[in-house]
């Protein structure tokens, strides 16, 4: 029997420090939503205007061909989205960590919680749900499990849970060439001509990649996956499963109001690749970084699961000389990465406000 609200005297007990999440949520057959999950109206989704521009597919075959080359560097600048195929990802990698993700929430609470902020064995590994409940005005309806790498991926995943640990693993490692290759190829376009360590550290020094759930949702017009925001990475690699929900912002020579919104549909063993904040202070801004967002549904539960490369947080971040050695004004100050991740991770989502923190 479906149960109302009232029978739960506090969500956040229920959810966060027991270790339910939104799943448990879900699972209670509840009617409605909770009030905490009711986003403001300007924030739903249902009040989007839509865009019907696409996002590009790009087939990564022959990465070397120079209109692969293009098709990259020019969505990166003008659009800061684009779905990849023929990645050299196998697909049965991608298919291993989506069921991976499912068996980790399908797990009893109880051992889920074992990896929340406050009782996980390490800070490469974190349980959560929505984004931060503590300074949010409506919560997310969605759960996460978070992985750190830095440096020996092998070392950070001793503490993982191991019901998904080896599928994580060599979905990191399969995509690693992927990851090289493409900010290779953005390099070079900034007539960056090799990336020695110093470099390497900098651009993809450390990783996290993150198992989201969004489970199914009563009112999914009244709720959202994730709120508007840009990642702070350099890049990241996003696999999908096959239910869709990720919206992306139209980018419009940086004049995003009311520009609309882009659907990104699942493309069977496609990875979305999106341009993060620390490239586009990297790139004075020649990359973009991007606002998303993401819807849940009424019927099914998904799951995404990105893998967001970062400098190493001790790098300073700035304009490269690079760039700017033809006479290019910077736009962006030099700012600690550490401190850029920080101001992200201590406000709720809230478009792409986080850049005004390294700008001049």
Not at 169 to 196: A, G, P
Not at 248 to 266: E, T, Y
């Amino acid at each position: 029997m479906a149960k109302t609200i009232s029978d739960l005297s506090d969500i956040t007990d229920f959810v966060i420090n027991k270790g339910n999440g939104v799943k448990g949520l879900s699972e209670l057959g509840l009617k409605s939503i909770p009030n905490q999950y009711i986003q403001p109206l300007e924030e739903r989704i249902s009040t989007m205007i839509m865009s019907q521009d696409s996002i590009p597919i790009i087939d990564m075959s022959n990465w070397n061909d120079p209109k692969v080359v293009e098709s990259i560097c020019s969505a990166a600048e003008k659009l800061g989205f684009f779905q990849l195929v023929n990645h050299g990802v196998p697909v049965e990698v991608l298919e291993n960590v989506k069921e991976a993700t499912h068996r980790f929430f399908l797990l009893p609470a109880e051992e889920k919680s074992k990896y929340s902020k406050e009782r996980s064995p390490s800070n490469n590994v974190q349980y959560g749900t929505s984004f931060n409940p503590q300074a949010e005005k409506a919560l997310e309806w969605k759960d996460f499990l978070g992985l750190y790498a830095y440096g020996d991926e092998h070392e950070a995943s001793a503490f993982w849970p191991p019901v998904c640990r080896d599928e994580v693993l060599e979905y990191m490692k399969k995509s690693e060439i992927l990851t090289k290759r493409l900010v290779e190829l953005l390099m070079r376009r900034l007539n960056v001509k090799e990336i020695d360590k110093a470099k390497e550290y900098l651009l993809m020094g450390a990783k996290r990649i993150q198992l989201n759930y969004y489970p199914i949702c009563p009112n999914p017009e009244l709720a959202v996956g994730n709120g508007r925001h840009s990642d702070i990475s350099t890049l990241t690699i996003l696999l999908q499963d096959d239910i869709g929900g990720l919206y992306v912002r139209r980018n419009d020579n940086g004049n995003d109001k009311d520009s609309g919104w882009i659907h990104v549909p699942p493309v069977k063993g496609s990875l979305v690749i999106n341009i993060g904040d620390a490239l586009q202070i990297i790139s004075n801004g020649r990359y973009k970084s991007v606002e998303h967002r993401v819807a849940v549904n009424s019927s099914k539960n998904r799951v995404s699961i990105p893998i967001f490369v970062f400098p190493r947080p001790s790098e300073m971040i700035s304009p490269l000389p690079e760039v700017l050695e033809s006479g290019e004004k910077p736009v962006y100050k030099s700012v600690l990465f550490s401190d850029y991740v920080k101001h992200f991770f201590a406000k709720p989502h809230n478009g792409k406000t986080t850049i005004e923190f390294a700008k001049i």
